[in-house]
């Protein structure tokens, strides 16, 4: 059994001649010694044509040249069409934004209710330490301890009221008929106002970090400053 091979020769001058263009048109700068040459190198005649100039083509030369971009731009267009919908992957990332914000609000809430627990705890024990009935006589003690010191305590009539004034200021005019100090509060006599100026009134006495309490007389509103315990 035998096999054959054919092996490829170079052509000759005559044969490739017979393959050979009449004339080779460059269609870019080159200037005639360049041409000379390659026709010389070539033995085919190399010619000067008119340089490609992208700005001046017409469209027609743009609507018949070969769109080499169309396969890529095929695969590109048939990849998107059969990509799954982004909005699953974006509801899932609100839910689990939304999980993560709900899981840090309520581990802030709970850490919070243990530190207020030990303030708590912290203050029945000084209370106990200091011989006082509950944590809101720590107070009394101490503004019994300053005044022995011949000085004010902050449930004395003047520092009181330099803390409820601000909160006092804010009524509407006229409101404030008369105020009365003793054992540590100020009682303060209103005309008779509306709801909303009375919530007002407790969120800002609560904000100085003092108490009110208040109840409607015959002729308009009773109401007691005092230190929060």
């Given at each position: 059994m035998t096999s054959s091979s054919t092996r490829l020769r170079p052509l000759s001058i005559e044969e490739a001649a017979a393959f050979a263009?009449?004339?080779?048109?460059?269609?870019?700068?080159?200037?005639?010694?360049?041409l000379a040459a390659w026709t010389r190198a070539s033995g085919v005649p190399f010619v000067a044509g008119t340089p490609w100039q992208w700005a001046s083509a017409p469209a027609s030369a743009f609507a018949a040249a070969v769109d080499v971009l169309a396969p890529a731009r095929?695969?590109?267009?048939?990849?998107?069409?059969?990509?799954?919908?982004?909005l699953?992957?974006?509801?899932?990332?609100v839910a689990l934004a939304a999980a993560v914000h709900l899981a840090a609000t309520a581990g802030t809430w709970a850490w919070r209710k243990v530190e207020l627990a030990r303030a708590e705890r912290a203050l029945e024990a000084i209370a106990t330490e200091l011989g006082a009935a509950s944590p809101a006589d720590?107070?009394?003690?101490?503004?019994?301890?300053?005044h022995r010191a011949g000085r004010g305590?902050?449930?004395?009539?003047?520092p009181l009221f330099a803390r409820a004034a601000p909160a006092l200021a804010a009524l509407p005019a006229g409101a404030l008929r008369t105020a009365t100090f003793g054992q540590g509060t100020w009682t303060i006599d209103l005309a008779k106002v509306d709801d909303a100026a009375l919530?007002?009134?407790r969120d800002r006495v609560e904000n100085a970090g003092l108490f009110v309490v208040?109840?409607?007389t015959a002729s308009g509103v009773r109401a007691r400053i005092g230190i929060a315990p």
């Amino acid at each position: 059994m035998t096999s054959s091979s054919t092996r490829l020769r170079p052509l000759s001058i005559e044969e490739a001649a017979a393959f050979a263009p009449e004339q080779v048109v460059a269609q870019r700068p080159a200037d005639p010694p360049l041409l000379a040459a390659w026709t010389r190198a070539s033995g085919v005649p190399f010619v000067a044509g008119t340089p490609w100039q992208w700005a001046s083509a017409p469209a027609s030369a743009f609507a018949a040249a070969v769109d080499v971009l169309a396969p890529a731009r095929m695969t590109r267009t048939a990849s998107t069409r059969h990509d799954a919908s982004p909005l699953p992957v974006a509801a899932a990332l609100v839910a689990l934004a939304a999980a993560v914000h709900l899981a840090a609000t309520a581990g802030t809430w709970a850490w919070r209710k243990v530190e207020l627990a030990r303030a708590e705890r912290a203050l029945e024990a000084i209370a106990t330490e200091l011989g006082a009935a509950s944590p809101a006589d720590i107070a009394r003690i101490h503004a019994d301890a300053r005044h022995r010191a011949g000085r004010g305590a902050p449930s004395d009539a003047m520092p009181l009221f330099a803390r409820a004034a601000p909160a006092l200021a804010a009524l509407p005019a006229g409101a404030l008929r008369t105020a009365t100090f003793g054992q540590g509060t100020w009682t303060i006599d209103l005309a008779k106002v509306d709801d909303a100026a009375l919530a007002g009134l407790r969120d800002r006495v609560e904000n100085a970090g003092l108490f009110v309490v208040h109840a409607p007389t015959a002729s308009g509103v009773r109401a007691r400053i005092g230190i929060a315990p």
